[in-house]
T-cell receptor
Framework: QSALTQPASVSGSPGQSITISCTGT?????????VSWYQQHPGEAPKLIIY???KRPSGLSSRFSGSKSGNTASLTISGLQAEDEADYFC??????????FGGGTKVTVL | EGQLVESGGGLVKPGGSLRLSCAAS????????MSWIRQAPGKGLEWVGR??????????DYAAPVKGRFSISRDDSKNTLYLEMNSLKPDDTAVYYC???WGTGTTFLYWGQGALVTVAP
């Protein structure tokens, strides 16, 4: 069982917006603004898409955005496109110099 | 852009040992904090451990499930990161990714393609 809780799946039609939640505790998501999100296509390595809650790496599409409230972080994908179909994982720095991840959310573009 | 290439994965019996290597290029390896993350088949990501650069003490931290069994080291002269795995268990079966830590040292920026480790009789 993963330390952070994500929904197993989320779906949406092209052009729509979807939001993926990531719930942790007062020792990780709630304590630090060091939440990151990773996109993983089948057979590939994860790719960083959001870091420090709401920052995007250089060159990353602005359709991806992040936020946090209390112990829950969220990733929003706006203007959903076919290539967004992938698994998405959240991760957070945690107390005692460790990191925790969510179990992953499968995004399906209908 | 940084590139990381893992090697050394394979099939090993329970109780056995294995060493993974990660060759880095496109980054100043000696300055990088590095980490190993694993993903069991069909499962989520699990952080394994981290090593700081030598300027920051070269210290290591490990996740509870692997502490005392796994060891991370680095050879800056070869731009290579290592993961020594001992007393392996079936639960250690996973793809192991080598990653670089970035920014405040809390974000995993570059990832290797992964090395599959299978622990089975």
């Amino acid at each position: 069982q993963s330390a952070l809780t994500q929904p197993a799946s989320v779906s949406g039609s092209p052009g729509q917006s979807i939001t993926i939640s990531c719930t942790g505790t007062n020792s990780d998501v709630g304590l630090y603004n060091f939440v990151s999100w990773y996109q993983q296509h089948p057979g590939e390595a994860p790719k960083l898409i959001i870091y420090d809650v709401n920052k995007r790496p250089s060159g990353l599409s602005s359709r991806f955005s992040g936020s946090k409230s209390g112990n829950t972080a969220s990733l929003t994908i706006s203007g959903l496109q076919a290539e967004d179909e992938a698994d998405y994982f959240c991760g957070s720095y945690s107390s005692t110099f460790t990191w925790v991840f969510g179990g992953g959310t499968k995004v399906t573009v209908l | 852009e940084g590139q990381l290439v893992e090697s050394g994965g394979g099939l090993v019996k329970p109780g056995g040992s294995l060493r993974l290597s990660c060759a880095a290029s496109g980054i100043t390896f000696s300055k990088a904090w590095m980490s190993w993350i694993r993903q069991a088949p069909g499962k989520g990501l699990e952080w394994v451990g981290r090593i700081k650069n030598k300027a920051d003490g070269g210290t290591t931290d490990y996740a509870a499930p692997v502490k005392g069994r796994f060891s991370i080291s680095r050879d800056d002269s070869k731009n290579t990161l290592y993961l020594e795995m001992n007393s392996l268990k079936p639960d250690d079966t996973a793809v192991y990714y080598c990653t670089t830590l970035w920014g405040t040292g809390t974000t995993f920026l570059y990832w290797g393609q992964g090395a599959l480790v299978t622990v089975a009789p």
